[in-house]
């Protein structure tokens, strides 16, 4: 059996994927696998990366490298939970097609896995990441309470949580939460709402390493995701928490989905709305995303959002609104520039 599988669920982006690989080859040593899941691009993966770079062609004979094609495009999440059904080796590095990979990331994560090896509750190991950086030598988080604390510390230690080139999964903790993951797949991060219910099976233990150790770097992508669906309604999404919990806590876990922009949320759906001549759509998903936000935001927030919410009724003032608002801040406006280009092009 394997000791590590370096997996890559990917769409559509075959050149950001061989890069990816290249960076990949030098580091593969004995007892690490890499596999690619193509969700069924239109490029066919295996055979663009074969023909591109004789040394993968080389590492796929040698079975140090494996693609495997879905049939069909099963979407973002399924595509990500996959990686927990296809991995036949203890660890597994869930690993993004773009992010910048360090030059010693397996031998890093290796290292870890041996520090770690006779503590056997461990199910996760969580890198350091910018802003989000781990004292030296680590700590761990010992219940879902721990967790739930570490998570609401700021929106960057939630983000470096649900960052998926950041984290190393012990698969035999996982195979009984799969269903979990599959559960909610509209949230996009069904790989954290897994890790919630293992910490809340298990109770107490050292079950998540936080390491002080860097692996990769997130790259921002060139065109960004619907900041709408994915953050607002996707990460934001009704859940259905069944854990043992104070009212506090439990608040508090479902304020750490909330780390967006509320406005930001608004323009994409204003703006994906609008691209379909429909502003019924905007005011239905908007007031969806208000509802689930609600326990999230102060007073003063949801009162902003309701004021969103009459401007959808008034679309071209809204529009002339965003116009000034791009004018006078630089920032705002390459978000929604990129709203734009998205949702109008």
């Avoid at 019924?280 to 007073?299: D, E, G, P, T």
């Amino acid at each position: 059996m394997n000791n590590l599988s370096v997996i890559i669920p990917s769409y559509n982006r075959p050149e950001k994927l061989l890069a990816t690989l290249m960076k990949l080859l030098p580091q593969i040593v004995s007892g690490v696998t890499v596999k690619v899941i193509d969700n069924c691009s239109e490029t066919h993966y295996e055979t663009y990366c074969a023909k591109s770079e004789p040394k993968i062609e080389d590492c796929l004979h040698e079975g140090k490298i494996t693609f495997i094609r879905n049939k069909y495009n099963v979407g973002v999440s399924a595509n990500l939970m996959r990686t927990f059904e296809i991995c036949e080796s203890e660890w597994m590095w869930l690993l993004s097609d773009d992010d910048d990979i360090a030059e010693n990331a397996i031998l890093i994560i290796l290292n870890e896995i041996n520090l770690l090896k006779n503590e056997r509750e461990v199910a996760f190991i969580k890198f350091s990441s910018r802003g989000c950086e781990a004292e030296k030598g680590g700590y761990f988080i010992k219940s879902l309470n721990n967790m739930i604390d570490t998570l609401a510390t700021s929106k960057v230690y939630f983000n470096s949580f649900i960052f998926t080139s950041n984290g190393v999964y012990r698969i035999p903790h996982f195979k009984n939460h799969i269903e979990i993951g599959y559960q909610s797949l509209h949230t996009y991060v069904p790989h954290l709402m897994m890790l919630l219910h293992y910490l809340d099976t298990h109770k107490e233990g050292n079950m998540v390493f936080v390491s002080d150790k860097k692996i990769v770097s997130y790259v921002v992508p060139e065109m960004g995701y619907s900041y709408g669906f994915v953050a607002g309604l996707g990460v934001g999404a009704f859940k259905n928490f069944a854990f043992n919990l104070s009212r506090s806590q439990y608040l508090k876990l479902e304020g750490v989905f909330f780390p967006h922009n509320d406005f930001k949320v608004a323009i994409d759906l204003f703006y994906y709305a609008r691209s379909r001549s429909n502003m019924y759509v905007a005011r239905k998903l908007f007031a969806n995303y208000y509802v689930q936000s609600k326990s999230a935001r102060s007073i003063i927030s949801r009162l902003t959002m309701k004021t969103f919410m009459l401007f959808f009724y008034m679309p071209n003032v809204f529009d002339r609104m965003i116009g000034m608002l791009s004018f006078i801040s630089p920032a705002l406006d390459r978000h929604i520039s990129e709203i734009k280009k998205r949702n109008l092009s």
